[in-house]
């Protein structure tokens, strides 16, 4: 069992032998979701010149308290053109550009006016300068907005459209197959029959990748058979082809058998994960089709959805140009105490209350009402010895 692959050995070596997708170039609102391919930079400055941050009068510090004379306004998108002079004020507006002469905007709640006289009426700004935004506070044109390979949130598109930027460059959408392996399982939603299990790992999966920029070919139930398998790898036209069950050592295991047959080479079979000790990774790479991950999940579905979490997403997100591809985890205060782990990583199914995870009692890897209760995974490193309620965990979110 120490012979099997470490998972964050297997998550680099499967991670650094994908290439990213070849770019394109698309308009803000299609890139949602998207990892920037190159960096955006800045096309304008960011404010272009000084502007009030409030609504209120533009006038010079100096000249406080007044009484000084309203000689015009400046509105956002409407300036000022004339100059402010001493003993002079304009009216002004929040995000109006400052009119030249003015160096402080006074609150309209501190001002009093009489007709065209304006006074403070209250404590007034302190320095000069203040409330107003200096021309380049946010960003100066050329500056990077966005990093090649980071991922265009709604922030990052916002200040991207805020940098005069139209269109992005990023990688084209991946194209992931997904085939569930098994003569015992039925379509969802089938009238239940005694020896048919409904079939829910196409569902996860898909589920799991909603978030990325995909597009799902659905290759159905597969039955337990060499040369059906064998066909489907065969001609499946995809950027990841992700299959579930099959996956382990018994008679009506052949997953594997049937991606060598379809001249796909193994990676590895087998790693230091549980649940999903027996995923497998490798490519099948064709001079016409150019080249397609395959990942081979175990069939149990808690089997299906840590190794979904660990190996599918991230592949998925390194073909479409992340940089950072792999779950951020972070920490928890275990609710109870955890026995020692064994050689391999444990992702154990945990409920999360006022930051204390607590684990459940059974982690069998079929058992997926647990998994639908739980608020993250428990990480457990190989070998981890016992911990005590109260001990500080690193923890998966997933829900
Ligand atoms: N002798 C050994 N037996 C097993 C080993 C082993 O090392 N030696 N490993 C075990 C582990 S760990 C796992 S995980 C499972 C995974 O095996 P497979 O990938 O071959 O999965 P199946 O046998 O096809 O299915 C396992 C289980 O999950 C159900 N299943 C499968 N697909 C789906 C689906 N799409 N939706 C819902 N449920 C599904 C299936 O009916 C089985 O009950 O192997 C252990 N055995
Ligand atoms: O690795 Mo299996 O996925 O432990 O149940």
Known sequence: ????????????????????LPPETLPLAEAIGRWAAEPVLARR????????????YALRFADLPGPVRVIGESAAGRPFAGLVGAGEATRIFTGAAMPDGADVVMVQEEARRDGALLMLDGEGPTRVGANIRRQGLDFHEGDTLVAAGERLTPARLAVAATGGVGAVTVRRRVRVAIAATGDELAEPGAAPLPDRLPESNRLLLRALLSDLPVEIVDLGILPDRLDTLTAAFT?????????????????????????????????????????????????????QRGEMAVLGLPGNPVSAFVTGLLFVKPMVARLAGAAQPLPTTTRAVLGEALPPNGPRTDYMRAELRDGHAYVAAIQDSSMLRTLARAGCLIV????????????????????
Do not use: C, Y
Request: aromatic share 4%; charged share 25%.
């Open 1 to 20: 069992m120490s012979d099997l692959l470490p998972v964050a050995e297997a998550q680099a070596r499967l991670l650094a032998a994908a290439r990213p």
């Open 380 to 399: 457990r490193e190989p070998n981890a010895p016992a911990a005590e309620r109260g001990d500080s965990a690193e923890v998966l979110v997933i829900a």
């Open 45 to 56: 400055t960011q404010p272009a010149r000084d502007l009030s941050a409030m609504d209120g």
């Open 235 to 287: 001609w499946v036209e995809a950027d990841v082809l992700v299959t579930t069950g099959g996956a382990s050592v018994g008679d009506h295991d052949l997953v594997r058998p049937a991606l060598i047959a379809a001249g796909a080479a193994i990676d590895f079979w087998r790693i230091a994960l549980r649940p999903g000790k027996p995923l497998m990774a490798g490519w099948r790479r064709d001079e």
